[in-house]
């Protein structure tokens, strides 16, 4: 299987805290990789430092062949959500998907993306009319409309009703039947055990535990939210 | 990539072409009532107040002193829209997730600042000193011509003036840059105007000169600026 995202022993300090403690992992071709972790986790701080906004102290992060440095050439094979999308509130989505799709220096059917991700009736309000949900609509179709390779979800399914997330996971799993990779973080265990094919948990800074959810549902039963827990606590300093 | 394009979609410029021609009609405003101060006051008026009002020389010096405080000001308030707001907000976010250069990115920003900056600057004291000299022979107001290429002198006072405000527009944006504020960022280009709107009436003759002098030394402290602020968006973590 063809790696995307190889990540080899990355550090990552803030001051005297080392939140990113000798972290390795891989996503392969295809695959929904799920980053659980508690809040402080550094699921955030590595899916930036997959961005290069974050700078890496040690280590090093090859997507698609390619080291993560100062070349930002490399970014228009991802799509992202990080934190709480924003926007430009006075474009509308069109105007929006336009203006992405001119900076990713591709071209794609925005209103099939809009379609996609259950806007196609709001793309002539003004941003700043939208809802919460629709906003988040909104950055994921930002997110997928230049066909990346890699796409990376920091809690997407926030601020979505349960129709809304149900939909979502369908169009994940379309999307990598496609052929994308996605990198998802959450906190909360069932968002990414209903989506994600592998896991990984992120805690004390580095991978602790890294498994396929089948084999370990199959493994575990109904002890696999306390098996996950049980991974997720901080060990005792 | 037209990145130019791009960075005018995310900014509402007819705002900021309202803010030019309100700038400007303010100006033109002070300008005709600089025309008949010195008819309403010549018994009290002092040798600097007739040198300051009663010949162009002066009138020019005034009004270029003027517009240099205004759109020095507006250029940081266009700075703080177009390049603080999005560098010290969630936007850096996604403007950083591009495959375009950071450097680049902030380049055109600051050139948009600049651009609009210097030319509305330029246009606007052309036009407002040349309405005061229509308006002064159409009402017999004639105050003193001593200079021979008065309306050269207007064009190159005008163009050092555009050059200085953006100069003090992009270090106000360092600044603001630095504190995170575009509060920040237009306090301290309130404070370089107030500083330097003095040094401007030194010589009301060579007013040229001294447009010259001053908007040369901070054309090279803004590139310097400049520079350091780009070293820093490079390495910039968000």
Same mark, same amino acid.
């Given at each position: 299987?063809?790696?995307?995202?190889?990540?080899?022993?990355?550090?990552?300090?803030?001051?005297?805290?080392?939140?990113?403690?000798?972290?390795?992992?891989?996503?392969?071709?295809?695959?929904?990789?799920?980053?659980?972790?508690?809040?402080? /986790?550094?699921?955030?701080?590595?899916?930036?430092?997959?961005?290069?906004?974050?700078?890496?102290?040690?280590?090093?992060?090859?997507?698609?062949?390619?080291?993560? $440095? $100062?070349?930002?050439?490399?970014?228009?094979?991802?799509?992202?959500?990080?934190?709480?999308?924003?926007?430009?509130?006075?474009?509308?989505?069109?105007?929006?998907?336009?203006?992405?799709?001119?900076?990713?220096?591709?071209? /794609?059917?925005?209103?099939?993306?809009?379609?996609?991700?259950?806007?196609?009736?709001?793309?002539?309000?003004?941003?700043?009319?939208?809802?919460?949900?629709?906003?988040?609509?909104?950055?994921?179709?930002? /997110?997928?409309?230049?066909?990346?390779?890699?796409?990376?979800?920091?809690?997407?399914?926030?601020?979505?009703?349960?129709?809304?997330?149900?939909?979502?996971?369908?169009?994940?799993?379309?999307?990598?039947?496609?052929?994308?990779?996605?990198?998802?973080?959450?906190?909360?265990?069932?968002?990414?055990?209903?989506?994600?094919?592998?896991?990984?948990?992120?805690?004390?800074?580095?991978?602790?535990?890294?498994?396929?959810?089948?084999?370990?549902?199959?493994?575990?039963?109904?002890?696999?939210?306390?098996?996950?827990?049980?991974?997720?606590?901080?060990?005792?300093? | 990539?037209?990145?130019?394009? !791009?960075?005018?979609?995310?900014?509402?410029?007819?705002?900021?072409?309202?803010?030019?021609?309100?700038?400007?009609?303010?100006?033109?405003?002070?300008?005709?009532?600089?025309?008949?101060?010195?008819?309403?006051?010549?018994?009290?008026?002092?040798?600097?107040?007739?040198?300051?009002?009663?010949?162009?020389?002066? @009138?020019?010096?005034?009004?270029?002193?003027?517009?240099?405080?205004?759109?020095?000001?507006?250029?940081?308030?266009?700075?703080?829209?177009?390049?603080?707001?999005?560098?010290?907000?969630?936007?850096?976010?996604? @403007?950083?997730?591009?495959?375009?250069?950071?450097?680049?990115?902030?380049?055109?920003?600051? !050139?948009?600042?600049?651009?609009?900056?210097?030319?509305?600057?330029?246009?606007?004291?052309?036009?407002?000193?040349?309405?005061?000299?229509?308006?002064?022979?159409?009402?017999?107001?004639?105050?003193?011509?001593?200079?021979?290429?008065?309306?050269?002198?207007? !064009?190159?006072?005008?163009?050092?003036?555009?050059?200085?405000?953006?100069?003090?527009?992009?270090?106000?944006?360092?600044?603001?840059?630095?504190?995170?504020?575009?509060?920040?960022?237009?306090?301290?280009?309130?404070?370089?105007?107030?500083?330097?709107?003095?040094?401007?009436?030194?010589?009301?003759?060579?007013?040229?000169?001294?447009?010259?002098?001053?908007?040369?030394?901070?054309?090279?402290?803004?590139?310097?600026?400049?520079?350091?602020?780009?070293?820093?968006?490079?390495?910039?973590?968000?």
């Amino acid at each position: 299987m063809k790696t995307i995202v190889d990540i080899n022993s990355v550090e990552k300090s803030y001051g005297l805290t080392q939140v990113i403690n000798h972290c390795s992992f891989k996503i392969y071709e295809g695959e929904i990789y799920g980053l659980l972790g508690i809040n402080g /986790a550094g699921k955030t701080t590595l899916m930036k430092m997959i961005l290069g906004l974050q700078q890496i102290d040690r280590g090093s992060i090859y997507v698609l062949g390619k080291e993560v $440095n $100062n070349n930002p050439e490399y970014l228009s094979n991802i799509g992202s959500v990080i934190e709480n999308p924003t926007f430009y509130e006075h474009l509308n989505a069109k105007e929006l998907l336009s203006m992405h799709l001119c900076y990713m220096q591709k071209k /794609a059917d925005i209103s099939e993306t809009l379609h996609l991700v259950g806007l196609e009736n709001a793309d002539k309000k003004t941003i700043s009319e939208y809802s919460l949900g629709m906003k988040q609509r909104l950055g994921l179709a930002r /997110a997928i409309i230049h066909h990346p390779k890699l796409l990376i979800l920091d809690e997407p399914l926030n601020g979505l009703d349960p129709i809304a997330i149900s939909e979502m996971r369908g169009l994940m799993k379309k999307l990598t039947n496609e052929g994308m990779s996605i990198l998802l973080s959450s906190h909360i265990i069932g968002e990414v055990r209903h989506t994600a094919d592998r896991i990984g948990i992120l805690s004390d800074g580095y991978i602790k535990q890294e498994f396929s959810v089948k084999e370990k549902i199959s493994e575990c039963g109904d002890h696999f939210e306390d098996y996950i827990i049980s991974l997720m606590r901080r060990e005792q300093i | 990539m037209n990145l130019y394009k !791009l960075e005018f979609m995310k900014i509402k410029l007819s705002t900021y072409l309202w803010a030019i021609f309100g700038v400007f009609a303010s100006l033109l405003a002070f300008g005709i009532l600089f025309l008949f101060i010195f008819q309403m006051e010549t018994e009290s008026s002092d040798a600097f107040e007739e040198e300051l009002f009663a010949n162009w020389n002066g @009138l020019l010096a005034l009004i270029t002193t003027l517009s240099f405080g205004f759109f020095s000001i507006l250029s940081a308030v266009i700075a703080a829209k177009v390049i603080i707001s999005e560098y010290c907000t969630k936007n850096v976010i996604i @403007l950083f997730s591009y495959p375009v250069n950071r450097k680049t990115i902030l380049k055109t920003k600051c !050139l948009i600042v600049s651009s609009i900056t210097t030319i509305s600057a330029f246009i606007s004291n052309t036009l407002v000193i040349g309405i005061m000299y229509i308006s002064a022979h159409i009402f017999k107001i004639m105050p003193q011509m001593n200079t021979k290429y008065f309306f050269f002198t207007i !064009l190159l006072s005008s163009f050092f003036m555009g050059i200085l405000s953006s100069a003090v527009g992009i270090i106000s944006t360092a600044f603001g840059l630095k504190k995170h504020s575009s509060v920040s960022t237009i306090v301290c280009s309130l404070i370089i105007v107030c500083v330097l709107a003095n040094c401007i009436t030194i010589s009301l003759n060579s007013i040229i000169w001294v447009m010259f002098i001053i908007s040369a030394v901070f054309v090279i402290i803004a590139n310097f600026i400049y520079h350091i602020m780009e070293n820093r968006i490079e390495k910039m973590e968000v």
